[in-house]
């Protein structure tokens, strides 16, 4: 299981922490994505995180390349999302996801989701 | 970047029929693994997203079995047996084949 949160009202061009908690499973060994999804619209893939053994390597998405920031603490079981230089296009669902037991690459545990609106 | 196209956009089903949903990616998904790196996801009303269906074919756990993927290379196919109204939602495919992109979502709702 997974509780993502953190979300708020922003203005632009500021910062916010997202936390990503995660309970049931072996995080540690597991990675951990973020998806984002504006509200009334479809999904987007915005970065992972790898787990220890593959060095915590970080992937993101070109549109947030830059500006977000994926990290882990192994010893809470919380994955963090970093979201620096916010824009109003930015607003959006942000949902913390782990990956299948079989299919790493597959999407098979998400968050509630938390609120991230971008706003002055 | 790998584009994922679905079609259609909207869906209007009568309940017990079929519905059949398509994806199309801009490259193949197939593997030397002989894997098609292929999901299928459903966002049901207030809900997050869920895993329906990995590398093309296989059902995730609890995934009814009137609910079947299908397809490789470029073109997929999601396809839904004996509609229900706890089928009505919104379905995205995604590629995982380098980094991650989903399709643009299917609404599925009841007549």
């Known amino acids: 299981q997974l509780v993502d949160s953190g979300g708020g009202l922003v203005q632009p061009g500021g910062s916010l922490k997202l936390s990503c908690v995660a309970s049931?499973?072996?995080?540690?060994?597991?990675?951990v994505h973020w998806v984002r999804q504006p509200p009334g619209k479809g999904l987007e893939w915005v970065g992972r995180?790898?787990?220890?053994?593959?060095?915590?390597?970080?992937k993101y998405a070109e549109s947030v390349t830059g500006r977000f920031t994926i990290s882990r603490d192994d010893s809470e079981n919380t994955a963090y999302l970093q979201l620096n230089s916010l824009k109003t296009d930015d607003t959006a669902f942000y949902y913390c996801?782990?990956?299948?037991?079989?299919?790493?690459?597959?999407?098979?545990?998400w968050g509630q989701g938390t609120l991230v609106i971008v706003s002055s | 970047e790998i584009v994922m196209t679905q079609s259609p956009l909207s869906l209007s089903v009568t309940p017990g029929e079929s519905a059949s949903i398509s994806c199309t990616s801009s490259?193949?998904?197939?593997?030397?693994?002989?894997?098609?790196?292929l999901d299928w996801y459903v966002q049901k009303p207030g809900q997050s997203p869920q895993l329906l269906i990995y590398?093309?074919?296989n059902r995730a756990s609890g995934v009814p079995d009137r609910i079947s993927g299908s397809g490789s290379g470029t073109d997929f196919t999601l396809k839904i047996s004996r509609v229900e109204a706890e089928d009505v939602g919104v379905y995205y495919c995604?590629?995982?084949?380098?980094?991650?992109?989903f399709g643009p979502g299917t609404r599925v709702e009841i007549e």
């Open positions: 996801c782990g990956p299948h037991a079989t299919s790493t690459t597959s999407l098979d545990s």
């Open positions: 049931g499973l072996t995080f540690s060994d597991s990675a």
């Open positions: 995180i790898r787990s220890q053994s593959k060095n915590y390597a970080t």
């Open positions: 490259q193949s998904l197939l593997q030397t693994s002989g894997n098609n790196y």
């Open positions: 590398l093309a074919s």
């Open positions: 995604m590629q995982g084949l380098q980094s991650w992109t």
